[in-house]
């Protein structure tokens, strides 16, 4: 083995095990409490700049202010629901799913009206994460089931083309 090579092998070695610098950053982190048992999950921020939340064990959607702090609890009517992951889309509706009664649920913050799409297939009974893209078209996973899912034509979108 030449120097250049043991050389280089060293300088190598050297990059791992030199710690990089340590850089100073100010960091605020702030709490809110939820109410008793509300085990919050997948938060979401809406375009009023609300943070929305899921109660899974509460079975509610939240609203929190950041402003004012001020929360406010949607509660779910199919009870034991299980909401777990949610997204807000462009009209300000708060979509989620409901991990332990197999469906997909859209709060309108307005009315607190609530409207259940059940699973059409009985396999996917555990929706679980959801995401709304640019066209308004709901996609979501179903965890134990193993399904990738969409929801389209809900409000009037077409399943994307398979091209």
């Known amino acids: 083995m030449n120097s250049s090579r043991i050389l280089y092998t060293i300088f190598a070695i050297a990059l791992f095990i030199v710690p990089a610098p340590i850089h100073a950053?100010?960091?605020?982190i702030k709490e809110w409490a939820t109410s008793p048992n509300t085990f919050p999950h997948d938060p979401a921020v809406s375009a009023d700049g609300a943070l929305?939340?899921?109660g899974m064990m509460s079975n509610t959607i939240g609203r929190m202010d950041p402003e004012s702090g001020e929360m406010k609890e949607y509660k779910l009517p199919i009870s034991e629901s299980g909401p777990h992951g949610l997204a807000a889309d462009k009209d300000g509706?708060?979509?989620?799913t409901a991990n332990h009664?197999?469906?997909i649920g859209r709060l309108n913050p307005a009315t607190g009206d609530v409207k259940e799409y059940q699973m059409p297939?009985?396999?996917a009974r555990d929706p679980h994460s959801l995401v709304i893209d640019s066209r308004g078209i709901v996609w979501f996973t179903?965890?134990?089931g193993n399904f990738l899912g969409i929801a389209a034509g809900i409000l009037g979108n077409s399943l994307p083309s398979r091209q």
């Open 52 to 54: 929305w939340y899921t």
């Open 121 to 123: 297939d009985k396999s």
């Open 142 to 144: 179903v965890q134990f």
């Open 101 to 103: 009664r197999g469906y």
């Open 25 to 28: 950053v100010d960091l605020i």
């Open 93 to 96: 509706n708060i979509w989620f």
